[in-house]
Each structure stands twice: as structure tokens, then as C-alpha cells.
């Protein structure tokens, strides 16, 4: 049976990948809206539930990455579930700005399929450069 067993310490019932990650879906709590996904280790997951704020893996950093810890977009969370698998998390957050995304969107998921092209669809709130000075 590969459901989670909720007699298992939290961390423990998880069903961790080969690398020790799971997914992450941050939403929006009160629109419902998915604005990114990531990955979380066990010390990312656990330093989220101490602090109250989302922190994730960065497999590109290959570090811990603290929502928010550049541009200030910090994700405070309201609930963590996970699904019957324990496979994927999913984070209802409030987006502090509003932009959950590294190009000044609200969202992660802006790019919509329309006929053979991927079409950015959803406006940029703030430059990047404002945010990042990059």
C-alpha cells in the first residue's frame, strides 16, 4: 500500500524522493491560485513550520532559499497538506507584495498555450530590476 501512514511521526510519513525533496505547491489561501512550485527538504520543511513562512530547496543554489529573503515576497503559511501518497505538499500561503514570482508576476504559472506558441499572459506587477537591483 503506498498511502500515507498517519501513525508515523510527520517527517517520517512523508514519502521522500532519491534526493531526499518532495514537490511543493504554493497557492494562494484566500483566491485559491497556484503561484509556484518548488522543492523542500526535511530541514527546509521543518524550518517552514518553526518560522511560519515558506522556505524551500534550491537545487540551483543548492541551499536552503527563503521566500522572500531578496525581493521581501515572503509567503506566510496558513495550512500544509499533503496528498494520500505523501509525495507532494501543498502550501496555502499569503503572498506578502503580491508577486510570488522572480519576474515581477503574481504567479509562476503566466505562460498560457495558445494555438502553438506559449503566450505570457498575466501582466509584470514590478520590474525585476526594482525588486532585485539586478
Known amino acids: ?5 498517519p501513525g508515523l511521526p510527520w517527517l517520517d510519513a512523508l514519502k521522500w524522493d ?19 512550485f ?9 524550518e517552514t513550520i518553526n518560522s511560519g513562512t515558506a522556505v524551500y530547496w534550491s537545487r540551483s543554489r543548492q541551499r536552503l532559499w527563503r521566500k522572500g529573503e531578496e525581493s521581501g515576497h515572503i509567503q506566510r503559511v496558513q495550512s500544509l497538506r499533503t496528498d494520500c501518497d505523501g509525495d507532494v505538499l501543498l502550501l496555502s500561503i499569503d503572498q506578502a507584495g503580491g508577486i510570488a514570482c522572480h519576474t515581477g508576476r503574481a504567479s509562476c504559472f503566466f505562460y498560457q498555450l495558445q494555438g502553438d506558441f506559449w503566450v505570457a499572459t498575466d501582466p509584470v506587477l514590478k520590474d525585476p530590476e526594482d525588486i532585485y537591483g539586478k
Open 18 to 36: 532519491e534526493q531526499g525533496m518532495l514537490p511543493a505547491i504554493a497557492q494562494d489561501a484566500s483566491s485559491g491560485r497556484v503561484l509556484m
Open 38 to 46: 518548488a522543492f523542500m527538504n526535511r530541514q527546509s520543511l521543518e
Open 1 to 5: 500500500m503506498s498511502d500515507l501512514d
